[in-house]
């Protein structure tokens, strides 16, 4: 059955901090690896990546695929008040992503 | 335009009620997608489109009867729910791949319907 799980289920952090965000993925057919960010309504798009080893930076935001141990993390440096969020990593395959539970997020000032 | 659009944002009905969820997007994508998701719990597959004809239905109940009326549009109709229906109903569309293959392009979300069963 494919699946996604994510570490930690929740974080609280201080603004400035530096946190790494976990996904592990057994997703048959696997052709991406998305990550998303949900505050009170939809998902936006942060990430997709598809191949190992490639980083993938936005501002303060990274995120890196390794699809020999099938994971990937996303990085945010000099966290603010606004990254406070769900962070939800996806498997993209054939036909269909597969949500992980997600990442809770509290970054306090 | 990178927006997807759905209507109503919130909608609370009783069980014997009839209802539509509308979904639509001007971005060209050609494949579409209904999301549930209950509190505190990811996003679940429930219907995806593509080139306007059902191409997935994730085992999903009767009582939730998809209809994509043209490439733009999706509608969610809802009949006879159930309490545990109550959820955040997501819309998404995507290009479609290579050889027609879906979803491990980006998915861009609408706002959600938040849905409650009486």
């Known amino acids: 059955e494919d699946k996604v799980v994510q570490s930690p289920l929740s974080l609280v952090v201080h603004e400035g901090d530096t946190v790494t965000l976990n996904c592990s993925y057994e997703v048959t057919n696997f052709r991406s690896l998305l990550w998303y960010k949900q505050e009170k309504k939809a998902p936006t798009f942060l990430f997709m990546l598809?191949?190992?080893?490639i980083e993938k930076k936005s501002g303060r935001l990274s995120s890196i695929l390794d699809k020999k141990e099938l994971f990937s993390i996303l990085n945010i440096t000099a966290t603010q008040t606004g990254d406070s969020a769900v962070y939800l990593c996806a498997g993209g395959a054939t036909n269909k992503l597969i949500f992980g539970t997600g990442t809770l997020l509290a970054v306090q000032p | 335009d990178t927006e997807v659009t759905q209507t109503p944002k919130h909608l609370v009905m009783g069980m014997t009620n009839k209802k539509s969820l509308k979904c639509e997007q001007h971005?060209?994508?050609?494949?579409m997608y209904w999301y549930k998701q209950k509190a505190k719990k990811p996003p679940e597959l429930m219907f995806v489109y593509s080139y306007e004809k059902l191409s997935i239905n994730e085992s999903v109940p009767s009582r939730f009867s998809p209809e994509c009326p043209n490439s733009s549009l999706l509608n969610l109709h809802l009949h006879a729910l159930q309490p545990e229906d109550s959820a955040l109903y997501l819309c998404a569309s995507s290009q479609v791949g290579l050889a027609g293959r879906l979803t491990y392009n980006e998915q861009f979300f609408g706002p959600g319907t938040r849905l409650t069963v009486l």
């Open positions: 971005m060209g994508h050609r494949a």
């Open positions: 598809t191949s190992s080893g």
